[in-house]
């Protein structure tokens, strides 16, 4: 397929160098000449813009960072202009499913599909090709976005219409920050009881309390390491759950505290 990739960075780089080796072709964007070299030495054709990555595509897939910037790119920018009539539409940027109704609505008179495609892993899953993504769309955007996905996602989930993917997604993130800080409360406890935080680490992830925030935090070899290196992303995707739930009149539950503490920096006690 011809691909057009705007996002070229921590996670999306990977992704692109995946769907190279998988015999697509790839544009991509590359904003700095630097960039644009690390694209083209596996195979990617570098684009210095969206409308020239996208030019003639069947797909495109957007991997930037934050929700203003999908919104900047995709409803500000060129893109949905540039995209042929036909392509698919494939956003992995978790953000609000408001962003990605708005998206497909200014899609949808140019006849292009859109599918939000939030992602559970990190750039070792996609170079392995086992990045976890949930799907929202129809099913047809879905079966096209999964030709593109399975380069370098397994499991792919369909897991309902449009916006789905993003709410699984923040459900996801929320229990993940709760268990990151349910771990903090575990150390600081064995602390209390004289075990130093390296010897739970070492054998907790054996136990019947294993967990993968707990098997990543071990990975890391602290608490305060681990969370320092997710943090960003732990952040932005958290605001966007508590905002999606109060927006919609939910509750966190249990899981407000457990997320407090994982966010908490150090000199909060």
């Known amino acids: 397929m011809r691909i057009g990739f705007i996002g070229a960075g921590r996670m999306g780089r990977p992704m692109a ?65 540039s995209l042929p009539r036909g392509a698919t539409l494939i956003v992995h940027t978790t953000g609000s499913p408001g962003t990605i109704a708005d998206v497909a609505a200014a ?17 070792h899953n996609i170079a392995a090709g086992d990045l976890t993504v949930f799907v929202g769309g129809v099913e047809t955007a879905a079966a096209d976005a999964r030709k593109v996905l399975s380069a370098y996602a397994d499991p792919i989930l369909h ?16 229990l993940f920050a709760a268990q990151i800080g349910l771990v903090t409360d575990a150390v600081r406890l064995g602390n209390q009881l004289g075990v130093p935080e ?11 309390s294993s967990s993968r925030a707990l ?21 932005k995707d958290v605001t966007v759950a508590r905002d999606l739930a109060t927006d919609l009149g939910a509750d966190l539950g249990i899981l407000h ?3 407090a503490t994982a966010l908490r920096t150090p000199r909060q006690g």
Do not use: M, Y
């Not at 899609?107 to 750039?123: C, L, N, Q, T």
């Not at 390491?225 to 943090?231: D, E, H």
């Open 159 to 174: 897991v309902g219409p449009l916006g789905t993917g993003q709410r699984v997604k923040l459900v996801n993130n929320a």
């Open 17 to 81: 160098r995946r769907l190279v080796g998988a015999g697509h072709t790839v544009r991509a964007v590359g904003r700095s000449a630097e960039t644009r070299d690390a694209l083209a030495e596996f195979g990617a054709e570098p684009a210095e813009t969206v409308a020239g990555a996208v030019r003639d595509a069947e797909a495109a897939v957007v991997c930037v960072f934050t929700d203003e910037q999908v919104r900047e790119v995709c409803l500000s920018g060129p893109l949905l202009q």
């Open 198 to 208: 390296s010897t739970l680490l070492a054998a907790l992830p054996h136990a019947s």
């Open 107 to 123: 899609a949808e008179p140019r006849g292009v599909e859109v599918v939000d495609a939030p992602v559970s892993g990190g750039p």
């Open 215 to 235: 098997t990543s935090i071990a990975h890391k070899g602290t608490v305060e390491s681990f969370r320092t290196s997710v943090g960003d992303f732990l952040r």
């Open 257 to 259: 505290a457990a997320i």
